[in-house]
């Protein structure tokens, strides 16, 4: 299984759960659409991408398998963001990355670190809410175009851990570590699962 195959399917093996966006995003990468579809000039600074880089490791840590960091995560996000996304999501990102550098994300202790970002996601929760709100108001209005170039993009947060999942479970270490991968599968047979024991990825 490539990168490529992969990427159209990891939202199903995670359970759907990725957001218009990233599905947008993910379709595009797929596509190879022309970078004049996309808006120009969304880059990092090289302490965001420090700051990037360091989420990701805290959403999927390095234990008894690869985390975000060893499977290249945090320049996936990156290309993701530049590449496959819209000014929305550009500004409401480097908006998270500017409040985590005004918190000194980066001289925090872990214990710091986490009790951070546990109130970023409580915040997003509201976030999510208006989101939503302005997305159900957006609809099929006729004003649509005008309505989405002013319109705010998915929080933060949300971004961070669904190009984190995404990345990773794309990853060739990334899926080996969490599934067993059939390159040729048999029958299809119920079974009950191990304690511990892997699922699989055809």
């Known amino acids: 299984m490539n990168r490529r195959t992969a990427i159209t399917h990891v939202a199903t093996m995670l359970g759907g759960a990725f957001s218009a966006p990233t599905l947008l995003a993910m379709s595009r990468w797929e596509d190879r659409l ?24 805290m959403i999927i840590p390095k234990t008894a398998t690869p985390g975000a960091k060893d499977v290249g995560v945090p320049a996936f996000v990156v290309m993701m963001l530049q590449d496959c996304y819209k000014a929305p999501e550009h500004k ?5 990355l500017d ?6 994300f980066l001289s925090l202790n872990v214990e710091q670190k986490i009790a951070v970002l546990k109130q970023v996601e409580a915040d997003s929760v509201e976030e999510m809410k208006a989101y939503q ?6 609809g099929d209005n006729e004003d649509r175009e005008q309505m ?13 851990k669904e190009l ?13 570590s969490s599934f067993e991968y059939v390159p040729i ?8 699962m191990k304690p511990n024991q892997k699922s699989f990825a055809y």
């Open 34 to 57: 022309p970078s004049e579809s996309l808006p120009a000039g969304f880059s990092l600074t090289e302490n965001q991408k420090l700051i990037v880089a360091e989420v990701a490791e």
């Open 92 to 96: 409401s990102f480097v908006a998270g």
């Open 99 to 104: 409040n985590l550098e005004k918190k000194q």
């Open 133 to 138: 709100v302005q997305q159900t108001k957006m």
């Open 148 to 160: 989405a170039a002013q319109a705010k993009g998915l929080p933060f947060w949300r971004l961070a």
């Open 164 to 176: 984190t999942m995404l990345g990773y479970f794309t990853s060739e270490q990334g899926i080996k």
């Open 185 to 192: 599968p048999g029958k299809l047979e119920m079974i009950t």
